[in-house]
């Protein structure tokens, strides 16, 4: 038979069932009935302490100081080993990475004499086409002091990024007076190669439009230019400037170095009178320094 037993007096009575050989009794919340059970029934029948029956899981200590200090520290020895081991892989090509600005003779400049700011450029991003006046002018304005390379560097979320950066690639070996006039173009026309405009044309037609436009800069046909695409050489340059963008730890375009130095901002274009305020002292300095050596 089954009867119910009552919990000791408190502002939330609990029944529970249990069965016993005696008869069945209904006792009230407080127990007013049941003086007829036993003392081993009452024990049989008493009820779990409502707190006992309520209690939560326990929570998870949380890991000690120490604990938290050694896997950050683990953290940063794999980042480093990850970087070691970029570097390593990125075996050093036969020339310097990039595009000398300002003609053949620039790159020698680049070298003497001269103070040396490095670009990463996108050729279809838009804070690399905003980015590119200012510069431009800029080192234009202290020229032949200031001398300039930029590094091509596609962004993976460009789709036809890489391909742009490889056609810079191709028109600088078929004409290197080309390359920057193509560079231009590429930040003019940035709307027909975007993922949008990209988006239901393959591969092959988007190289042909690149084709035909470059042909304009670079003064070779379309089906020469062309050819470049299949040529390995140029799939091999653009690679080796991407990998060395990573080697400097550029992680957006655009992305600036003045002297082997990284300049704030990074990702984002820097306007003529910021560069003017960079590099005014620097043109200053360095032009006190070959006076003095010129006198001597």
Known sequence: MATTASSPPSAFPIRIRTTTTTGARLTSAHGSRGSHATSSERGARRPLPFTAMARSPPLLPRAPLLRRLLLVGALAASCSYFLLVLQAQASAPARYDGFAYGGAGAGAVAWKDAVLVEAFLDPLCPDSRDAWPPLRLAVERYSPRVSLIVHPFPLPYHTYSFMACRALHIANKLNSSSTYPL???????????????????????????????????????VSEFQSGFSDSRTDSAARVSFKYGCTRGVAGAPFFFVNGFLQPGGGSPIDYDTWTRILDPLVAQHGLTVETFTSM
Do not use: D, P, Y
């Open 183 to 221: 560079l231009e173009l590429f930040f003019k026309n940035q709307g027909r190669f975007s993922n949008r405009a990209t988006s239901s044309v393959s591969s092959t037609a988007v190289t042909g439009e690149i084709s035909k436009m470059a042909a304009q800069a670079v003064g070779n046909s």
